[in-house]
């Protein structure tokens, strides 16, 4: 709600004082009281759009850019179940691991992007219009050996065909997951756009965020997530 209030000069202690926020627990120079403030930090990990979250508060008047302030100023703790998850001898367990970026805010309010897991200017393979027919002979024939898991092979073949030292240096330093690839178990993964997916499906939408609102938002939304999935396997 809106409301006036009285504010008095103490002469002795040469202050103000605001016998208001006193009796509701409202920070000095504050204008949220506490508990709408935790009310607004506990939508930051469901998927709450601003306006949802105006909507569901419309009676307290409270506006985007404080919504905002408070998500991006919000300490929001990492919380892990308390009971690990047990998995079965017979199970398995399936984890996709790659990189993803998110355009964020920096704090000259320039849009710039944060990368997880380090992994950057990963080199990939460019499908042209116009192919030349002895690079795409040499291209199905490197490509058979690496679905084949030809490991010496492939490494000997791309030598021999004079790719740069970049992308030779790739192959070459996942020796391991070449040799897997023919491996029964080896399902294969698309882990680069599930991960993306996943970092997409857990915010509100936004094309651009501010990078603490962004942690916070994740960090809330695995906490939500840990404790839901916990709450299901009890």
Same mark, same amino acid.
């Given at each position: ?20 926020? *006193? ?8 204008? %949220? ?5 935790? *009310? ?33 100023n919000a300490k929001v703790q990492e919380k892990l179940p308390e009971q690990k998850f047990k998995v079965k001898n017979s199970e398995f367990i399936y984890i996709n691991a790659d990189d993803c970026y998110f355009p ?6 320039? =849009? ?12 990939? %393979? ?6 030349? =027919? ?35 240096? %790739? ?40 990078? =603490? ?18 709450i299901n396997s009890a």
């Open positions: 709600m809106i409301f006036n209030q009285r504010v008095y000069w103490d002469k002795l202690k040469k202050k103000y004082y605001y016998p208001v926020y *006193e009796e509701f627990n409202i920070e000095k120079r504050a204008k %949220i009281i506490s508990w709408l403030k935790e *009310e607004i930090i506990s939508y930051i990990g469901r998927k709450k759009h601003y306006q949802d979250i105006q909507d569901i508060l419309k009676f307290t008047y409270v506006s985007k850019v404080t919504i905002s302030k408070i998500h991006k964020v805010w920096n704090k000259n309010q320039h =849009p710039e992007f944060r990368f997880w897991n380090s992994i950057k200017n990963k080199l990939k %393979i460019k499908r042209k219009n116009k192919v030349n =027919p002895e690079n795409l002979k040499n291209f199905l024939k490197a490509w058979k050996y690496f679905c084949n898991g030809q490991y010496d092979e492939l490494i000997a073949f791309l030598i021999e065909t004079k790719v740069n030292k970049d992308t030779l240096k %790739i192959f070459v330093n996942n020796k391991e997951g070449i040799i897997n690839q023919p491996a029964i178990w080896n399902i294969g993964c698309s882990a680069e756009s599930d991960i993306q997916h996943l970092v997409k499906s857990q915010t509100k939408g936004a094309k651009i965020y501010a990078y =603490p609102t962004l942690i916070n938002m994740l960090m809330a939304t695995a906490n939500y997530l840990n404790s839901k999935n916990y």
